[in-house]
């Protein structure tokens, strides 16, 4: 239980690390956009791609290792759309006599994997080096111009903090209860799908029930601060733009200026998969 | 059951690698059968590390030392974790946050169903019946409400019922006592003396409380940063005064007092329960000393 570690924030004092965790959201969308905005087998656009995350990767002292740890997560996803290219491309030539698996079909397979695992990769590097907490201040102040149509943006990044703030603490819990349920016997290893599912009830119901008065408590306590909204609120971390956010957005614009060229500058062909 | 442990270490995060702790160095303790075990120490010191250990919630790493409880050999890959839990019952802190069922009768009787799947009903009856009345409630007038809806003593009481409902021989509880006023609390510690008496043998009980160590415990093991600082009886652990402050720990009240009456020039012995002291104290002044 206590391997799954919510996010994957890795602690360090690097550029990157110190950069405004906005800015460095704008540039990850600008890096997924370039992503995909590589023409159908020009690997040259991922090329520029792979090496711009291998950069901040390394200024941002992070392992590529870790990095490239996030790829387990979606194996399946990438394996899946890979097989599906493969079998069902029928466009180009068979790569044997009689054979079903043509030479398109492989290639689109294997620049799929090549785009999810660079959306993935550019991803992580966001949340290796940015705190969740940090990311949600980042949202809501990008959210801010929502607030023009009446959108709750503070409410809303409330919200994405407080379950932030609670998921470790329910993974605690969750941890306990699954041992206070083993110590009498539970067993969530063994039987059927059903079974197994069944077993969860005695964590499932005390884990909820602690939720309400976690919620409770935590209401409690925010009332008893006074907390009433947004209204005059100011923040505890303000977020300034510095010459690094500064910087990285030049590379970022230098990123996308290359993709572009590389597609002969043909700007956005077909984008999703 | 004798327990036993030789040379175990236990690393939290060793997978992970990011952050690991050392949370046990080489701890050796013996545990006899029939002991009212205390273990304390500092916080984060190793306590719930290793009593985790003595029903398999936490594996030993075969390389990492030896653990025996009873017949079982925890460091035994192939140990049948499901009768050691039934011979090893475990309270947790706030074990009333474990409830779940819709009936006090079918909480209770959870520990027994999963341990036992061929248990007949009327044994089933039986078994939580009795467990329920042990900790002091009324059976009939408690088994068919929502476990929800019961007060927070007697909430903690339906959790233990459904840890002791399997009879356990060895009855580990950490700090099952937080939380409940000092009523609740000597009463709590009078239902583990009653059980000490029947069928559980030994009773390991990890405390901030030195007042309960000393004046139930036989035993005690001061735990510091997840080795073993002290063992002995209550009299011996706390009689190191130097050694007890540098560990951050506290005395219990009758420690403090024979202190204060040595620095007046009064010993009293016996030994650090209310009952050995106030004995002592008598004794003394029969002989006209006081
Ligand atoms: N699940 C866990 N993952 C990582 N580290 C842990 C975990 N549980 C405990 N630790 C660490 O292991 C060490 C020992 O913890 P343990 O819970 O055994 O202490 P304790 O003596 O029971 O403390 P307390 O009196 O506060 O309950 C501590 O440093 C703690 O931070
Ligand atoms: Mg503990």
Redo the contacts between chains.
Sequence with gaps: MREVTFGQYFPSNSFVHKMNASIKILIVIAYIVAVFSVKQFHFLGFGICLAFVITVTAVAKVPFLKVLKSLKAIIFFIVFSAVLQLFFNKSGTPLWEGGFITDEGLKSAIFVSVKVSLVVLGASILTLTTSPIELADGIEVLLYPLKIVRFPVHEFALIMSIALRFIPTLMEETDRIIKAQKARGADFDSGNLFKRAKALIPVLIPLLVSSFRSADELADAMDARCYAGSKNRTKFKKSVITWRDLIGLIITAGLVVAVVYCNGFYIFPAVFL | MQIIAKNLSFT??K??K?VSVKALNNVNLTIEEGDFFGIIGHTGSGKSTFV?HL?G?IRVNGKEGELRVGEFDLADKKCDL?TL??KV??V?QY?E?????ETVFEDVA??LK??NKDISQSEIELRVAEAITTVGLNYQRIKDKSP?ELSGGQKRRVAIA??IV?RPEVLVLDEPAAGLDPVGKREFLNLLKRLHSSFVKTIIIVSHDMNIISEYCNKVAVFNRGEIALVGTPQEVFADQNKIKELGLEFPLTARLKLALKNKGVEVGGDLTVEGFVTALSKLKEEGKL
């Design positions: 939290y995060g997978q992970t990011a985790q029903n919630l499901k839990r039934s019952g475990m947790f074990p946050y474990q409830l779940f069922a959870f520990g999963s341990f929800f459904g840890v399997s």
